[in-house]
T-cell receptor
Framework: EPEVTQTPSHQVTQMGQEVILRCVPI?????FYWYRQILGQKVEFLVS????????KSEIFDDQFSVERPDGSNFTLKIRSTKLEDSAMYFC??????????FGNGTRLTVT | SQQGEEDPQALSIQEGENATMNCSYK?????LQWYRQNSGRGLVHLIL?????REKHSGRLRVTLDTSKKSSSLLITASRAADTASYFC???????????FGEGTQLTVNP
């Protein structure tokens, strides 16, 4: 079965540094999402992306965050200046408009 | 209650027993989905039920949806130790819209 692939699986960064989390969607999927899960808490929606633009974002997705699809395949989440509270699992999900969302295995971001 | 709130928060049973987890939500929905998460891993989609459906089966899983009570239940029959995981419900207001996840139920199946 096709998979959503996320890299890296674990990223450690210092507070204030920029990080880019990468996702390779399933090839015929056109809708892309980022979710995050702080340790021990529920999964929270960050942003959805369709047709090369953000279609919806949550209150968590502030100016520190950005998404893009730079080369038509990868879908990236950038955090410009990381804070301690950005430490979480970040999940990419993709959707073809019909079947349920497919989630990747996540990137564990640790900000020290 | 928050959107997509599960109960119980934790459930411990013996192998072979049935496990029932409940989810309540607040807003109108297009669909409700159940996901499984093994510790520190990704989310695995289990089953989707649409707002016009009342019950759905998939293998050992049975999901019910009561839109009048804004609640859903997930039943896992004949549980196995490998079913040990966290189970989350998630609601979508339209197809493809953001999913709102619940707090999850941590299920432990003892061999």
């Amino acid at each position: 079965e096709p998979e959503v692939t996320q890299t890296p699986s674990h990223q450690v960064t210092q507070m204030g540094q920029e990080v880019i989390l990468r996702c390779v969607p399933i090839s015929n999927h056109l809708y892309f999402y980022w979710y995050r899960q702080i340790l021990g808490q529920k999964v929270e929606f960050l942003v959805s992306f369709y047709n090369n633009e953000i279609s919806e974002k949550s209150e968590i997705f502030d100016d520190q965050f950005s998404v893009e699809r730079p080369d038509g395949s990868n879908f990236t989440l950038k955090i410009r200046s990381t804070k301690l509270e950005d430490s979480a699992m970040y999940f990419c999900a993709t959707f073809d408009g019909g079947s349920p969302l497919h989630f990747g295995n996540g990137t564990r971001l640790t900000v020290t | 209650s928050q959107q997509g709130e599960e109960d119980p928060q934790a459930l411990s049973i013996q192998e072979g027993e049935n496990a029932t987890m409940n989810c309540s939500y607040k807003t109108s929905i297009n669909n409700l989905q159940w996901y499984r998460q093994n510790s520190g891993r990704g989310l695995v989609h289990l089953i989707l039920i649409r707002s016009n459906e009342r019950e759905k089966h998939s293998g050992r899983l049975r999901v019910t949806l009561d839109t009048s009570k804004k609640s859903s239940s997930l039943l896992i029959t004949a549980s196995r130790a490998a079913d040990t995981a966290s189970y989350f419900c998630a609601t979508g207001e339209t197809s493809g819209s953001r999913l709102t996840f619940g707090e999850g139920t941590q299920l432990t199946v003892n061999p």
